[in-house]
């Protein structure tokens, strides 16, 4: 399976119009996915193919993250206080979604999400592993099973963004990075 988004053309250079998510199989080609409104995309798809994820404009006009089933229904992921959200990423069973969201303030937040458990801001969940002033920005990939993700975060430490990769098992007990600099940030603390 592949999945997308396509735009119409509104005039006759080929600009403008809607962005359309899809979803594309070998043996069923191109179909479009629910929306709530105009817009929306679909980035990521689970390995069995189950669960697709990106987000979707709200009868707002506003994008919210969103999951659609194999069946082509639509789930929104919910909200961390504030808006815009979008889904980037998807474990290969489809358990655990990743992504960003606007917080009550309206700054852009990682979150995870997980059946039963909802949106989870990654900033609260490990907080006590940020520096002050240090935050988690979004979260672009989520390993196959769901325990390691990668995103981009500010650390105040260095005073510039660096990407980070976050080992959530022992939650939150462990904490990996990808760039030297982001060790400030993110810091591993183990107990005796």
Do not use: C
């Amino acid at each position: 399976m592949v999945v997308g988004y396509d735009q119409a053309t509104t005039d006759d250079e080929g600009v403008g119009g809607e962005w359309r998510a899809f979803r594309w199989t070998r043996t069923g080609g191109t179909a479009p996915l629910a929306t709530r409104s105009a817009n929306s995309q679909s980035l990521a798809v689970s390995a069995d193919g189950s669960i697709l994820v990106g987000w979707t404009e709200d009868t707002t006009g506003m994008w919210r993250a969103a999951k659609w089933g194999a069946d082509g229904s639509l789930t929104l992921l919910g909200a961390l206080g504030g808006a815009p959200s979008a889904a980037y990423s998807v474990s290969a069973n489809g358990a655990v979604i990743v992504g960003s969201a606007a917080d009550s303030a309206g700054r852009a937040r990682a979150f995870r999400w997980a059946a039963g458990v909802g949106m989870e801001d990654l900033n609260r969940v490990y907080a006590r592993l940020l520096g002050d002033g240090s935050f988690l920005e979004a979260a672009y990939g989520v390993s196959p099973d769901g325990r390691y993700i990668v995103g981009a975060g500010y650390n105040a430490a260095t005073n510039r963004f660096e990407g980070f990769l976050l080992d959530t098992v022992p939650e939150p007990a462990s904490l990996l990075t990808l760039s030297v600099g982001l060790i400030g940030l993110l810091r591993a603390r183990r107990r005796p």
